[in-house]
């Protein structure tokens, strides 16, 4: 029970300050003299993904092997990723049909948001290094290599050929 308690706080007090944005400068007593200081430019990560949505092409994640890479990939213990995630579990996708895949990966920016990040110095989108980085260090979760491992190659692979894209289509995402 107090388990259950202390759950129920926490995510209810993550719910509460994940919406707060006044985080940065301008305390008192400071250079300022207690005028709060500008915060670094906002960047508009859904715009931008909604942007790279339209440049992911069916065609791009099959030659990277997306597909094949990600249903097959398993854990240092042995455990198919596919087994937890093939419909989407935890807000990442890992599945062996091809077309529910890419629509996941192509229409929902918490998906896009796994597999890539935007970097906010250029603004451009990146492979999402920390989220799996996140996955491997969470209590519960097996271990795998969030490094170098057949779903990172393939990944990289679908990246450079979605940057690459000079033909984008309309945005595809839907969220």
């Known amino acids: 029970m107090r388990l ?6 926490t995510l209810s007090l993550a719910g509460c300050l994940g919406g ?7 305390g008192s007593g400071g ?9 670094a430019k906002a960047i ?9 949505s339209g440049c992911m092409t069916l065609a791009n994640f099959q030659a990277a092997n997306m597909t094949a890479a990600w249903s ?12 937890c995630h093939d419909q989407g579990e935890y807000n990442f996708i890992a ?16 998906f ?12 451009k989108v990146i492979v999402n290094t920390s989220s799996f980085k ?24 679908f990246f450079t050929s979605t940057a690459a894209n000079t033909a984008c289509g309309a945005p595809t995402m839907i969220d």
Request: negative net charge.
């Open 44 to 52: 508009d990560t859904k715009a931008i993904f909604r942007q790279w």
């Open 20 to 26: 707060i944005d006044d985080l940065g400068g301008g």
């Open 95 to 110: 599945s062996d049909d091809e077309t529910a895949y890419f629509a996941g990966l192509s229409q929902h920016s918490y």
């Open 112 to 123: 896009i948001a796994m597999y890539f990040s935007v970097d906010p110095q250029t603004e």
């Open 72 to 83: 097959t990939l398993v854990t240092n213990d042995g455990k198919q990723c596919m087994n």
């Open 134 to 157: 996140g996955a491997n260090s969470t209590v519960g979760h097996p271990r795998f290599n969030p490094d170098m491992n057949q779903g990172i190659t393939a990944l990289t692979t």
């Open 4 to 9: 259950a308690v202390a759950l129920i706080t």
């Open 31 to 39: 250079p300022d003299g207690g005028m709060r200081q500008p915060d």
